[in-house]
């Protein structure tokens, strides 16, 4: 079983920046790809951005490439996103998941989920 716990979110002015991180309580954090989503009210949820177990792969959704950059530590077994020239698009509850094997933006692949932070910015 893996618990992970979103922190890093807050209100931001349009074109500031946020570090949201997802700490992890698995033993074996490197076992597993880290994806991002977030879900805004209306709207499904959206993939964000992935890394697979080493952090050799990453893939963003178009929206925010350029502007988010996923990060992660296997020793401190956290996954960071680091999101840059914030829009008010970008206002949504972010979560952070798990999944085993690879890389994937299909939300239904992924087997554990946060709790979820919220990021709204102000225009």
């Known amino acids: 079983q893996v618990q992970l716990v979103e922190s890093g979110g807050g209100l931001v002015q349009a074109g500031g920046s946020l570090r949201l991180s997802c700490a992890a309580s698995?033993?074996?954090?490197?076992?597993?790809?880290v994806g991002w989503f977030r879900h805004a009210p209306g709207k499904e949820r959206q993939f964000v951005a992935t890394?697979?177990?080493?952090?050799?792969?990453?893939r963003y959704t178009d929206a925010v490439k350029g502007r988010f950059t996923i990060s992660r530590d296997n020793a401190k077994k956290t996954g960071y996103l680091q999101m840059n020239n914030l829009k008010p698009e970008d206002t949504a509850v972010y979560y952070c998941?798990?999944?085993?094997?690879?890389?994937?933006?299909?939300?239904?692949?992924?087997?554990?989920w946060g709790q979820g932070t919220q990021v709204t910015v102000s225009s």
């Open positions: 890394i697979s177990w080493s952090g050799t792969t990453t």
């Open positions: 998941a798990a999944k085993s094997g690879p890389t994937s933006s299909w939300k239904d692949e992924y087997n554990y």
């Open positions: 698995t033993r074996i954090f490197s076992n597993y790809a």
